[in-house]
């Protein structure tokens, strides 16, 4: 069975950093195009963060992370990190790792959680002024 896990989420002053990984288990990258990072903070809808093309590394980010948060991967961990730097308090959620069959992840204008069928639990990130 698939699992993805998250970790490395904590809480930090802003203008601090912080780097999630998530580990995919119980099969290969082969099989899932894409793997993505969503986020959530109460009472507000999920919103896609970054996402990554695992074959040729194409990216995605939105608008409200780019020049901050840096997605990649690590084919033979079976692991993708989301790199986040010079943090906000506005950053504050929980963030899910999803995986899903998309290869045209660097052509998107936005980032759809029903492209993503795999989802691992989340991990906390919290930013303080």
């Known amino acids: 069975q698939v699992q993805l896990v998250e970790s490395g989420g904590g809480s930090v002053q802003a203008g601090g950093s912080l780097r999630l990984s998530c580990v995919a288990s119980?099969?290969?990258?082969?099989?899932?195009?894409?793997m993505g990072w969503f986020r959530q903070a109460p009472g507000k809808e999920r919103e896609g963060v970054a996402a990554?093309?695992?074959?040729?590394?194409?990216?995605y980010y939105t608008d409200s992370v780019k020049g901050r948060f840096t997605i990649s991967r690590d084919k033979a961990k079976n692991t993708v990190y989301l790199q986040m730097n010079s943090l906000k308090p506005e950053d504050t959620a929980m963030y899910y790792c999803?995986?899903?069959?998309?290869?045209?992840?660097?052509?998107?204008?936005?980032?759809?959680?029903?492209?993503?069928?795999?989802w691992g639990q989340g991990t906390q990130v919290t930013v303080s002024s």
């Open positions: 990554i093309w695992i074959g040729g590394g194409n990216t």
């Open positions: 999803a995986a899903g069959p998309r290869w045209d992840i660097g052509t998107l204008s936005e980032l759809s959680a029903a492209d993503f069928g795999t």
């Open positions: 119980g099969y290969r990258f082969k099989g899932y195009n894409s």
